[in-house]
């Protein structure tokens, strides 16, 4: 079952990192032998939760005092479906590692020359397929010899029969193989299952924060996505602003008579850098430059009181970046 399937991840014992303060990210090497649920028992006890990692110069820190391999706080949750969307009621997993990767989607393989076991791969391998016809619960199995990738594999099915090969039982499992074998089949087939790869930090954290952020002016000219990166590596991200009185601490920041970036940006919907909606406005009343430019950024000038306006995205200034104190 799903559960099975992360308890082969969750029970390999490594050393493991756990996080002291979450707004400043201090890290903690736990120098003992525990599983991954263990660790994060741990953690949660003594610190904050295991490590969670945000930005290029927080991984840094971790490899620098990691002598090899540890838990952090990344996990998923698993999303098992079946293509014809019946229940994930059965399984017969391979004890194969599944390359994960920072795939969103994976795919399921039922394995000939393994008594039909299963495992995932990349939904884009070219391998051939087995679809069924009929009601999910009396499948009828047909072994196709062609080598598609997984998408493609369903497009055949769905057209041609009803769907890619549900597996509910043992029995179907038996008659699932007794297709194969009558076909002289002994490698891997695609079959209807898949999983969508929620990835997630034990500590809960999503990207963005409800902590009260602060602002910081950095007077290096550098084009908006010089500055995003910038910021991204160094702080949280460009600055996002939710109402007047952030307005007001990014204008104290930015000396008179300059502009500097902000992390608004539009294609051809307004975003903010870190992802937030826009819900405050402040445009200021010149004209924007938009032309045939497919993507323009946001600056902000503390001579026009503080209100915005849009630059091309390649103009170098300098910028305002956010962090949580």
Same mark, same amino acid.
């Given at each position: 079952?799903?559960?099975? &399937? ?20 201090? &890290? ?14 741990? %953690?949660? @006890? ?11 110069? @927080? ?30 009621? =059965? #399984? ?9 990767? #920072?795939?969103?989607?994976? $795919? ?14 990349? %939904? ?6 087995? $679809? ?19 998408? @493609?594999?369903?497009?055949? $099915? ?10 509910? #039982? !043992? ?9 194969? !074998? ?22 809960? &954290?999503?990207? !963005?924060?409800?902590?009260? *952020?602060? =602002? ?8 908006? /996505?010089?500055?995003?990166?910038? %910021?991204?590596?160094? &702080? ?48 200021? !009343?010149?004209?924007? *430059? ?6 323009? $950024? ?6 026009? #009181? ?18 949580? /104190?």
């Amino acid at each position: 079952n799903p559960g099975t &399937f992360l308890k082969i991840l969750f029970s390999v014992f490594f050393t493991f990192l756990s996080v002291g303060r979450q707004e400043s990210a201090t &890290f903690s090497l736990q120098n003992e032998q525990r599983n991954w649920s263990s660790a994060q028992r741990f %953690c949660r @006890e003594n610190f904050v939760d295991l490590a969670t990692v945000k930005t290029d110069a @927080e991984n840094q820190k971790l490899v620098n005092i990691i002598g090899s391999t540890a838990w952090i706080g990344l996990y998923r949750d698993p999303n098992l479906f079946w293509s014809d969307g019946s229940d994930f009621l =059965f #399984s017969n997993w391979d004890s194969v590692i599944n390359p994960l990767g #920072s795939m969103p989607v994976v $795919c399921g393989v039922a394995s000939s020359g393994r008594l039909g076991k299963w495992k995932f791969l990349s %939904c884009e391998t070219k391998l051939p397929f087995v $679809c069924y016809s009929g009601e999910y619960f009396t499948p009828v199995y047909h072994f196709v010899n062609q080598y598609l990738n997984w998408t @493609e594999a369903q497009s055949y $099915c769905r057209q041609t029969h009803t769907d890619l090969a549900t597996v509910l #039982s !043992s029995e179907e499992k038996n008659r699932f193989m007794s297709t194969l !074998s009558s076909a002289g089949y002994s490698s891997d087939v695609w079959i209807g299952l898949f999983d969508e790869i929620d990835w997630r930090w034990s500590d809960g &954290f999503t990207g !963005s924060s409800q902590l009260v *952020p602060e =602002f910081v002016f950095v007077n290096l000219p550098m084009n908006w /996505s010089s500055a995003q990166t910038y %910021c991204r590596n160094n &702080f949280i991200d460009l600055a996002t602003i939710k109402s007047d009185t952030d307005n007001q601490k990014v204008q104290s920041q930015v000396p008179s008579m300059y502009y500097a970036w902000i992390g608004l940006f539009r294609d051809p919907n307004f975003h903010w850098s870190d992802g937030s909606s826009v819900v405050f406005t402040s445009w200021d !009343s010149v004209m924007n *430059p938009l032309g045939s430019m497919t993507v323009i $950024c946001g600056v902000t000038s503390s001579a026009r #009181s503080g209100n915005w306006k849009f630059l091309p995205l390649s103009i170098r200034s300098i910028y305002i970046t956010n962090y949580v /104190s």
